[in-house]
Structures are given as structure tokens and as C-alpha cells.
């Protein structure tokens, strides 16, 4: 497994922007396929958007299509998630998540995740 660090959630908000870092520990980044969720109080863990490792292939889930981007950078072990005109139901821990197996996996069912960070949007 991948150990993950994620950084930069906060509060924002409503229309506002952030931008979500998460270093990976792990000499084959490149190999892995990394994907980003998000859980709001009681419920359950939504996956976001993934990039595999040719950063060619990306998915992203109708609720943030065309205002969050995820991006790597295999020099620098680290993914990105760019969140613009954020909206109060985008409350929640969000987590960054990496595989090395079936890119058809969707983010919540990878294997290594990091320990989350709060994004916190005010209406």
C-alpha cells in the first residue's frame, strides 16, 4: 500500500474556490491509478473523480463535472483537486485514494486512502 497525506481543505465560501493537495509516499506513483471522495455526515463515502497514471483518463461524478479537476504530477508523488464555484452541499471530509490494480475501480473501493481533510462551504 501507498501512504497519502492530504492538504489544503478549509473554509470557503459559496461560490468561492480551493484547492486540495495529496502527497503519496511510494517510489511507483506513476503505477497507480489515484481518485479523490468525499463523505458528508451520515453518509456514505462519494466518489468524485479519478486519473489514471497517463493522466490521459480522467472520470468525474455528475456533481462536480465541470467545476472540480483533478491533476498529477508523477515528478512530484502528488494529485490535485481543484474545486471551483463551490456550493454549500459540497460540505464534507474529502479523501484522496490510490490503486494499482483495475483502473474500473471507482474511488471509494481503492485500496489505500489518506486520513481526509474538512472542506467546510458557507452559504
Known amino acids: 500500500q501507498v501512504q497519502l497525506v492530504e492538504s489544503g481543505g478549509g473554509l470557503v465560501q459559496a461560490g468561492g474556490s480551493l484547492r486540495l493537495s495529496c502527497a503519496a509516499s511510494?517510489?511507483?506513483?506513476?503505477?497507480?491509478?489515484l481518485g479523490w471522495c468525499r463523505q458528508a455526515p451520515g453518509k456514505e463515502c462519494e466518489s468524485l473523480a479519478a486519473i489514471d497514471w497517463s493522466r490521459i483518463s480522467t472520470y468525474y461524478a455528475q456533481s462536480v463535472k465541470g467545476r472540480f479537476t483533478i491533476s498529477r504530477d508523477n515528478n512530484k508523488n502528488t494529485v490535485y483537486l481543484q474545486m471551483n464555484n463551490l456550493k454549500p452541499e459540497d460540505t464534507a471530509v474529502y479523501f484522496c485514494?490510490?490503486?494499482?490494480?483495475?483502473?474500473?475501480?471507482?474511488?471509494?473501493?481503492?485500496?489505500?486512502w489518506g486520513q481526509g481533510t474538512q472542506v467546510t462551504v458557507s452559504s
Open positions: 485514494a490510490a490503486d494499482d490494480r483495475s483502473a474500473a475501480l471507482e474511488p471509494k473501493e481503492y485500496a489505500s
Open positions: 511510494t517510489r511507483t506513483f506513476s503505477r497507480y491509478t
